[in-house]
């Protein structure tokens, strides 16, 4: 299944498409994470160089060495990577464009 996740993969990094409910990294719940199923995969140890959250599916890069991790960072906090995010959702907006501020819902004391 891991494999048919990967998308590119070159001598510094894999890009992974995360399907959601899958974690990037290891957290509370104790479910296998996209990190720890591509380390086992490739048997090399990989770099988390940015996270989506659990409840959403995208595009996940991991470095396959540290100095590419600090590299991708860097282009990260100098917002030299564009993001972009596509919703879909049921019914009919009042607008045809608009920003998103917050999040979309509370569930206990987690923002989703």
Known sequence: MISSLIVDQ??????FNKPNGIPVQT??????SLHQMACAYL?????????????????VLF?????????FNEILKERKV???YLAIIQ???KE????LKHFL????NKSI
Do not use: C, M, N
Request: cysteine-free.
């Open 27 to 32: 957290d509370a719940s104790g479910s296998p």
């Open 43 to 59: 048997k090399h140890t990989l770099y988390i160089t940015h996270r989506i959250d659990q409840v959403a599916s995208g595009l």
């Open 91 to 93: 019914g009919a907006l």
């Open 63 to 71: 470095a396959k060495t540290k100095k590419f991790q600090l590299y």
């Open 82 to 84: 564009r993001k972009k």
């Open 105 to 108: 819902y509370k569930k206990g």
């Open 96 to 99: 045809d464009q608009g920003e």
């Open 10 to 15: 070159r001598h510094s990094y894999v890009l």
